[in-house]
DNA sequence: TTGTAAGCGTTATCAG
DNA sequence: CTGATAACGCTTACAA
């Protein structure tokens, strides 16, 4: 049986408020019951009661995370970065992943509204876009990572690198190597990163006067077999790109490793640079060029503002999207 | 303000009770008055007080997942096994990094227990061997994943990979290939996996005859950047080894790259292995070979471990620890 | 078939 | 300073 403050009051010969205010050091118990209350519940192997807390604070102290996979490295450093935050803030995280299947997503949105979560952060996942009317339903600020939102809620902003920055980034620094005929691997269908970052290669090209060639624009998934399988239809256009920018450093590297396969050489038959810089980017053969983007940063960016969000409160106001610059590192791929 | 039964009830003219009854349908309800409510609560945009719900029913339909970091790709994979197989079954994770901090791990068990998850699993994390005491007094089913447990308590129990046969497995092959000269680079001191694949390494080497030198075991942490500090202790030998097998694919693909940096040939001046076999070892270049572990399926099996062992409860009996067998994966570089 | 009432473990508001 | 007492939103006997 677990001890309840019931248990501690009744061996300490106190009512269970005094327990409770103990407890909770409130000036309004003498300090040496205080004490006594305190090293019994100690020897009795105490611990409060999260849940019967919450029903009367009504704040459960915890935050709801929703991605697709945690799987994905990017996603796995944006988590621990929420997740080292909300620690230091005393506050624990729920992990929902809705793996792109619609049943899924709409069940992690109930979830987290069920289970009443202070905030909730959602990252590289389409919950965002597709269910934020659910989402601000459950009346807690919501931050997205790197989710497009269209227009900032009450309590629903956002923080995201600049795609279009980060796509012109790594474009042009491919122009500038002297490549004309530069592809794009894109990323998950509908996601809205893909479209900044194409928007960026797009404004890259014109600025340098080259055409945009819609079937340079191969799709992928944002995964590795997506990468190597666009390397595969790359390679038979009538005339191969000597270039690719990829919607991110997974979709690279899987292209990277297709590239190895096929006996392309890599930066000399065909150059490629990736997006995120996820830890393992210095790793790969050759190692790759990137667009970084801070994620852990962000992690702790997003629930820094979810915290804010919740205290501001009606205070309102005074709040913004945060968008980030990514920025080129340039390694052996390019 | 959220709607709750009694709001319901209120505009359906009927008692909390019914309401209570009609949302879980009850066989206690006509029909009729059952369909009104659902119907109503529907309108009203109702959702459960799952905070509520489990203060009277002694459940949260919550499991605790505790893990070193969560951007390990290793434990990625396992915990969205975890998360795959609890979603299934209607539970939600709660996740808590330790980041092998003592006073952040010691945290977390509190935290799960306050919070009062049905059950915990633990990855990849000194917490399974440094705080099962604490654990077990959670008084909740609590499998480890990949960590040694002196014995099986009552709830407590793990599933592991074979160590020692992974181990050796490794070792064999790097023997088999003509090696005589072998490193092991070790994983986060004090780790039990560690020790298993250490004794595998040993005993591989004994089988074959081959001489045990201390020198040739080096330090790592897991991690990219133990592995690479590895690589500038081992060529630094007086007698490089001529093959490595690393604690994990993590170690090993540090190495590898540290390898390229340093000119050094793989497989050709030395050979690699790895442990885990996580997604991007296929894709790191050479490819590189390791010992696979089912990743996902572990943290599956786990997770179902951990329902059987709820709801066996007092029937007690019939649990043993799982261990899965490792499967060498030759790629390229051996 | 439905309603009343108790209780889950806390915190919070009153009185004393 | 301390003790009753009332919530918090739900489930579940026990009555009707």
Same mark, same amino acid.
């Given at each position: ?11 300490a ?5 005094t327990?409770?205010?103990?407890l ?10 205080? %004490? ?34 945690i799987?994905?490295?990017f996603?796995a450093?944006?988590v621990?970065?929420?997740?080292? &935050?909300a ?11 809705? %793996? ?7 069940? %992690? ?16 996942s ?10 601000? !339903?459950?009346?807690?600020p ?7 939102n ?6 629903? @902003?956002?923080v995201?690198v600049d ?8 474009t ?5 190597r ?20 194409l ?5 890259a ?19 590795l ?18 270039a690719?920018f990829?919607?991110?450093?997974m ?10 396969r096929?006996?392309i ?6 150059a ?9 980017? %210095?790793?790969?053969?050759?190692p ?7 994620? !852990?940063? &962000? /992690?702790?960016?997003?629930?820094? &503002?979810? @915290?804010?969000?919740m ?14 610059? /990514? ?8």
């Open positions: 049986m677990r001890v309840s403050i019931k248990d501690i009051a009744e061996a010969g106190v009512s269970h408020s327990v409770s205010r103990a909770s050091d409130s000036p309004l118990v003498k300090a040496e019951t205080k %004490a006594r209350i305190r090293r019994l519940a100690q020897e009795m192997g105490y611990t409060p009661d999260a849940i019967a807390r919450s029903l009367v604070t009504q704040r459960t102290q915890t935050i709801g995370i929703v991605v697709t996979t799987t994905d490295p996603v450093e944006v621990q970065g929420i997740e080292d &935050m620690h230091e803030h005393g506050y624990s995280v729920i992990l929902a992943s809705s %793996a792109a299947e619609p049943e899924r997503e709409l069940a %992690a949105v109930e979830m987290l509204r069920a289970k009443r979560v202070d905030g909730v952060v959602v990252t590289s389409r919950v965002g876009a597709l269910y934020l009317a659910h989402l601000e !339903r459950i009346g807690v919501v931050v997205l990572v790197n989710n497009h269209q227009q900032s809620g009450r309590y629903t @902003f956002s995201s795609n279009q920055h980060g796509g012109h980034l790594a042009a620094h491919l122009i500038r002297g490549h004309r005929r530069i592809a794009y691997v894109s990323g998950p269908a509908n996601h809205s990163d893909d479209a900044g970052r928007a960026g290669y797009r404004r090209l014109e600025e340098a006067g080259l055409p945009f060639e819609a079937a340079l624009v191969v799709p992928g998934n944002g995964r077999d997506g990468g190597e399988r666009a390397l595969y239809v790359l390679k038979d256009l009538d005339t191969p790109p000597t690719v990829c919607y991110n450093d979709t690279a590297i899987g292209l990277l490793s297709a590239a190895r096929l006996g050489q890599v930066p000399r038959e065909l490629v640079v990736g997006f995120d810089d996820i830890p393992l980017a %210095a790793h790969v053969c050759p790759l060029t990137t667009i970084a983007q801070p994620q !852990r940063e &962000m /992690g702790r960016l997003a629930m820094g &503002m979810v @915290f804010d969000l205290t501001a409160d009606e205070a309102g106001g005074g709040f913004s999207d945060v968008t980030v610059e /990514g920025k080129l590192v340039v390694r052996e791929t390019t």
